[in-house]
């Protein structure tokens, strides 16, 4: 059908073809649009795309829509159709109806995805609960409340040139938690977005709100990434999924309720269900990784049918921020390259949000008593939300190897979650698309889409983003530590009869990986200090307790070798050492058990924080490791005995570390000063040599347990990894 301009449309809903009224509040809401002329100016003027403010679309943008998008079919809802609906519209627009009949648009269930795989006995995650056979003789996977589970995937019409099976794979999870509606209502429009700008591309014609060009990042960085729609729908399959329609339906205006939910209609919060690396929370069904429908189709999609996706996005919201956007990085064994991938990708995230988005917005949701909003920030979840778990969707997809961020929009979450706000609602959208852009197009760039990457890493498992880091030469050795910590010796088995994974967790693989970016270096493990050449180091590494503390012999040839002019790097338990060889009174160095591996009160004009951006507090991710959340080990020297310089410290007490981070969210938690202050990390001279210490970064895993889908080998942060590259930079 012929679309009119984005001018007549507005003109047509100013000139009173349909009747407005604002609308913000609980309960029943309009079948008709709520903006009136001036909000929407107001959004035009503040910046906002209004790409979707045709009211023709399927899916209208929220500042015209007057409502969430509904689930379920019905009178209410604005003029948008309800989603089901409104995928069949979809495919009705742009694929089936096509002259040539091929479209770039497909949904189906779930289960005509993986039930097949299933039946051959080729996946394991679903077993025969998780598919039914309805009176027609119809397989489906439906969820907790009867709900299939729409797969929408948009990608260009098979062809010579650009074949559907060399085609890169994206997973974008729109409102995991029901009563995040920012994810679904921005997921879905941007779904719109690519089908109107492929189609006219396809077509020959310009789209209404011009060429549709996917971005990431700064266009003066070397990582910026740009591509036409067709370029990406012809190297890509993007699949988009809304993983709880029962927490999305329970809000639906229609069916009375008018109140969205977390959980699916059992109760339970379908992002504690993944299987996650290290500690596994067990307390209660939500945390049974084999029991509801929803996760374990997602997983037979995510892994047996797409065979593990390159790039993904998981959109969540959150209560009060002062950020836009929380993007977070996800938990998980990750070594510098990957670490490195996901960096990038959130600073182009945080570009484009910023530059797209956030200007027009501050003022825009200032001037509607949202008060003053801060640019969109980077961090780990625990820095951002200030809390950690087991069974997360963001980190089960990084650990498979996909590239991906968490996203918290800020005020999607309890509130106003069922109260619609088309002001907001039409941010989140936005934000939606620039988060979308950036995620896409930097996957695209790092896979090598048009772009030459070196041999070694044009594969599925590291971004092909060059990444190397120059050592100068550096001679580096580190003390093996040849002791596994594996399943045999849990101390407690799985939950909910979970099958055990099987694992041998070493530090040690760390000094292996980190070697993969590093360049003109020599690095070596050293088995016994006491016989090697030590003279051939300019750096040696104790890494927690890979020379145990009481080898009397080991220390001293260690010692000898610094006071000498060595480099001696100690972390975690090994910073015990320091009494050890006199470098401070016995009885000076202590241990903690904190949240997670943190730092506090960071110096950052200090040498070893050179480089490292973003918020700087988690240095090791706790749970992948086999920590519970406050069990997290950390060491530290007395201030008062320690005479070197201090780049970062530790408190003594974290109990209220949460709240003061929870109630700054996601902002300059660098700065939280705790009781204590003792220092973590920095340099001390010690004769002609020098000591370095950094008290939490690579402790061994724990193994209390339970660790039922296997345990990390490390689990640096991006912020810990650097701290530590520096370290052995020498710096
Ligand atoms: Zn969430």
Sequence with gaps: MPRPTLRSALAALTMGAVALAPTVG??????????????????????????????????????????????????????????LE????????????????????????????????????????????????????????????????????????????????????LYFSMSIHGSERAGAEGGVRYIEDLLIAFEAEQLGEE?????????????????????????????????????????WADGDRNDGRGLYHRGNDNGYDLNRQFPTLGWHNSGGQQYNSGNENETKALQAFIEDYLGTPQGAADLHGEFADNVLLAIMFPAGQFDPLALQGQYRLAEAIKHNVNTSVHPGAAGLLATIGMGEVQPAEYHTAYDAIGYDDSGFQGDYLVQQGILEMDH????????????????????????????????????????????????????????????????????????YDPETITDEDVENEPPFGLPQADYASTNMTYFEDVQTVMANVTMEPIEDVTTADLSTFDRIVVADDSLRIDDVDGWAALEAWTRAGGDLVLTDSALQALEVIEAVPAGSVERVTQYAGEISEVDRDHPLLDGVGGIIRQTYFEVPLGYRMNTAPAWFVDADAWTGDVAATIGATTASMDLIVTSTYGNATDDVVLAGGEPTLGTMALDEGRVTIFGAILPDAGNVGPNTHGLADYAVTYAGNGILMNILKGL
Excluded: W
């Design 408 to 479: 918290e929009y800020i005020l999607s979450n309890l509130a106003p979650s069922s109260v619609f706000v088309p002001e907001l609602e039409q941010v989140h959208v936005d934000t939606t698309r620039a988060l979308l852009d950036a995620t896409i197009a930097l996957t695209l760039k790092a896979y090598g889409v048009g772009v030459d990457v070196p041999a070694e890493r044009a594969d599925r498992r590291t971004p092909g983003l060059d990444y190397t880091v120059d050592m100068d030469g550096a001679r580096i050795g580190y003390v």
């Design 207 to 247: 789209p209404l709100t011009g060429p549709k060009v996917l971005t990431a990042g700064d266009p003066t960085n070397p990582d910026y990434a740009e591509y036409s729609v067709t370029e990406v729908m012809q190297s890509a399959r993007l699949h988009f999924i809304a993983p709880n329609p029962d927490g």
């Design 86 to 169: 409104g995928l069949d519209e979809l495919a009705n627009r742009y694929s089936v109806t096509r002259e040539d009949g091929a479209g770039a648009f497909t949904h189906a269930d779930i289960c005509t995805y993986v039930c097949d795989l299933m039946e051959a006995g080729e996946i394991q995650v679903l077993d025969a609960r998780g598919a039914i056979v309805d009176d027609d003789g119809v397989r489906k996977i439906l969820s907790a409340g009867g709900r299939e589970l729409p797969v929408v995937t948009l990608t260009a019409p098979d062809s010579a040139d650009h074949p559907v099976e060399e085609r890169l794979d």
């Design 26 to 83: 609980l309960g029943a809401g309009p079948s008709l649009p709520s903006a009136t002329d001036a909000q929407v100016a107001q959004a035009a003027a503040a910046g906002l795309s209004l790409d979707g403010a045709d009211p023709t679309r399927v899916f209208p943008d929220p500042i015209i829509n007057g409502d969430f998008l509904q689930y379920t079919a019905g009178t209410l809802g604005g003029l948008a159709m309800p989603y």
